[in-house]
T-cell receptor
């Protein structure tokens, strides 16, 4: 597995503002992902963070709302832009350590509340 | 039809019993299957992976896979109160991305 550090662990933000979440891994990994978990729901994939190129977004998610950076193989950021109360969720960073078997591990998550 | 469906919970079992968690998936191309455990307020934790038809045992956990039936299950033997959590089934689709089910909440009563 890998040690994944995600911060902040939680935040309360005003609507209309933006929050950047950081994900740091203790080893180089090929694949990094960002998920959202809305209250009482399962995990939904937002995007795949690609090193050195633009992230690949899933249906329903756009770059303007969720810009992602991945400057190297150990670090990524997700920004939640122009927040509204509907963005209140847990945001999770995930990495695949073994690319062949797609075993994925998660950071501790960021609990975001938008007021 | 949802891509991944799990038996609806909450599932309540007495301590020491076997808990059975079920999952069906729609993508016939899925080759890798994972079970995650998520305690309330925590992030998901990988507990089992299975890639071939049949059973895979790891301690008190047994994963069962039947690709022809598009079915995967997780059995927890000798259930303990500490097993109380939500269990998420996650097949990997043909693109290698995990698709999560809605989860089954398990409650083990002392």
């Amino acid at each position: 597995s890998a040690v994944i550090s995600q911060k902040p662990s939680r935040d309360i933000c005003q609507r209309g503002t933006s929050l950047t979440i950081q994900c740091q891994v203790d080893s180089q990994v090929t694949m990094m992902f960002w998920y959202r978990q809305q209250p009482g729901q399962s995990l939904t994939l937002i995007a795949t963070a690609n090193q050195g190129s633009e992230a690949t977004y899933e249906s329903g998610f756009v770059i303007d709302k969720f810009p992602i950076s991945r400057p190297n193989l150990t670090f990524s950021t997700l920004t939640v832009s122009n927040m509204s109360p509907e963005d209140s969720s847990i945001y999770l960073c995930s990495v695949e350590v073994n690319g062949l078997n797609t075993e994925a591990f998660f950071g501790q998550g960021t609990r975001l509340t938008v007021v | 039809q949802k891509e991944v469906e799990q038996n609806s919970g909450p599932l309540s079992v007495p301590e020491g019993a076997i808990a059975s968690l079920n999952c069906t998936y729609s993508d016939r191309g899925s080759q890798s299957f994972f079970w995650y455990r998520q305690y309330s307020g925590k992030s998901p934790e990988l507990i089992m992976s299975i890639y071939s038809n049949g059973d895979k045992e790891d301690g008190r956990f047994t994963a069962q896979l039947n690709k022809a039936s598009q079915y995967v299950s997780l059995l927890i033997r000798d259930s303990q109160p500490s097993d109380s959590a939500t269990y998420l089934c996650a097949p990997a689709n043909q693109g290698g991305k995990l698709i999560f089910g809605q989860g089954t909440e398990l409650s083990v009563k002392p």
